[in-house]
């Protein structure tokens, strides 16, 4: 089947009939949304994993209608880099199940285009890792360091400390942390405080020095230049424009 024939067959099968196929895999989420942010479709996985009965209840709803506000602003944030252009490729991370445990997931995203290539939307899929052995042998690499960091990132420890916990040399840490999760041990552990002092924010009226404090930030300013970086806008700005959630 040539190009042309192959576009013809999709074409007579229809973009709903491509979607629907997504209700077959099982332990994946698949969606799509507008440029808004909100779900057009999802596929019935995602629709048990949300705990609710229908397409029709996922439907014109956003992330902050299903998920606490600092996990639904990481989505929204992957949604803004695919918008913008880029993607987002098997980002492996930590997330809640339908049941409210924590689990590993990796996730896909990609920008929807119009006739004319405009951007109009986006869709990804996120796969449960743990439900399958060969993604499990690569999150088990990290596992420990990483439950590590997760568990302690309000204290400071070294990175020496981290790699004796993973029975590792440095070296051999941070070569597996940029194999499985792209990123150093420093980037990751810096990634745990910010995502948690992003919830803390929200979720909490704690003055922002306490939040950098509680988060394993001991210099004011040196937390406020790092949550800049990586957010894009100051704590009190994030806060002050995140008070409706």
Known sequence: ????????????????????????LPDVLFWIKDNSHNFI?????????KGVKGIEKIIGKTDYDFSPAHIAQQFIRDD?????????TERLEMNMTQSGDTAWYATSKRAITNENGDIIGTYGITRHLEKQAKALSNVDAVKAPVDYIRQNFQHPFTIEELAE???????????????????TPKQFINEVRLENARKLLIETNMPISQVG????????????????????ELPSDFRRNNIHL
């Open 1 to 24: 089947m040539n190009d042309k024939n192959f576009d013809s067959f999709v074409n007579q099968m229809g973009v709903e009939q491509l979607i629907r196929m997504f209700d077959l």
């Open 41 to 49: 479709h999802a596929n019935q996985t995602f629709i048990e994993h």
């Open 80 to 88: 803004e880099k695919v918008l913008a252009g880029k993607n987002v």
């Open 165 to 183: 916990v993973a029975y590792l040399s440095v070296s051999a840490l941070e070569r597996r942390f940029k194999k499985y999760l792209a990123k």
């Open 213 to 232: 404090d509680e988060t394993g930030f001991s210099d004011h300013s040196y937390f406020s230049k790092q949550f800049r970086l990586f957010f894009g």
